[in-house]
């Protein structure tokens, strides 16, 4: 198969699709690899380094596109690069489908088998493609949330861990997942006073035996939230509904029970965010406020540290890339792969984003 990564095209995004190792990898499995100019600068990947892997490097994404079967991505396609699709590609990247109709709509008319990273699973029902970025993206979302505490970034003038005799950030974090775990272990390392809430009580037992009571938990209701939020000083969105948006779990009129100059990071931003007034931003202009609430919700938060983030991404795509290309749509035959098309023939496949879009 022939098979391309591109440059990304977000703002600030400049984590890559294949590493040379991963090129090396499917030209020794017989395949053909084409490289856009400069795709991997954005981390210190010289073109000569792809070229030494056997991959051959094409000017610019129309002759990866032109020129391949299989793109490999890292972030959703923009317009222009959705008008380079056609029937006979398989894009293999991050989707995120349920919140953005205009990417779901262009990929339905471009015919091509869009599988995205986030919907893959495992044998214990896991997302081994998402859990790299949700890493990240939960230790970044502790460490900008204390950083927009800080009286110059427009916060309450709050260090997160306090000092002897001055009390801590109070942390809330709504979801149990691999973010939201990530997340109040770095927050419980710079010694917030950190409560994690999630609806699974086993999920809960199981928190907080890792932690040791370093961690609060408490099972997640509207109540619960309403009732902790006049203390909080820092809100963390890790709510994840695989393939689908995400619950708005904080609304406009619960702004008003916070302390100005609060935070709410919304790690689950990519599938449409978990607070109400959340809205995509970039890591130009990170931030914006709504009734005194500090907002935080960058839609590509491992792409501040592109270098650590494609390494761990690249780890665990590499053996979908390599059955996908040894196999073509055969290899959809694995029902954890299958989980991963959103998008088939023209139609919109993945019931959680056929749901969002009912």
Known sequence: ?????????????????????GAHELVAHG??????????????ITDAAYEQAGAKIAPDAAAVFAGTDMVVKVKEPQAAEIA??????????????????????GLVKSGATAIAYETVTDRDGGLPLLAPM???AGRMAAQMGAQYLLKPNG??????????GVF???????GGGVSGVHAAEIAAGMRADVTLFDINAPRLAALDAQFGGAVKTEYSSRKAILDFLPGADLMIGCVLRPGAAAPKLVRREDLKLMKPGAVLVDVAIDQGGCFETSRPTTHDAPVFTVDGIIHYCVANMPGAAP???????????????????????????????????????????????????A
């Open 1 to 21: 198969m022939r098979v391309g990564t591109v440059k990304e095209i977000k703002a600030q995004e400049y984590r890559v699709g294949l590493t040379p190792a």
């Open 31 to 44: 395949h053909t690899v084409l490289v856009q100019k400069g795709a991997g600068l954005g981390i210190g």
């Open 84 to 105: 380079l699709l056609e029937p006979r590609h398989i894009l293999f990247t991050y989707l995120h489908l349920a919140a953005d109709k205009a990417q779901t709509m």
């Open 134 to 136: 949700s890493q990240v």
């Open 155 to 164: 916060g309450r003038g709050l260090l997160m861990g306090g000092v002897p």
């Open 168 to 174: 801590p950030a109070r942390v809330g974090i709504l």
């Open 307 to 357: 270098l650590t983030s494609t390494y761990a991404l690249t780890a665990v795509t590499l053996p979908f890339v390599l059955a996908l290309a040894d196999k073509g749509l055969e290899a959809l035959s694995d029902p954890h792969l299958a989980e991963g098309v959103n998008i088939r023939d023209g139609q919109i496949v993945h019931p959680a984003v056929k749901a969002a879009f």
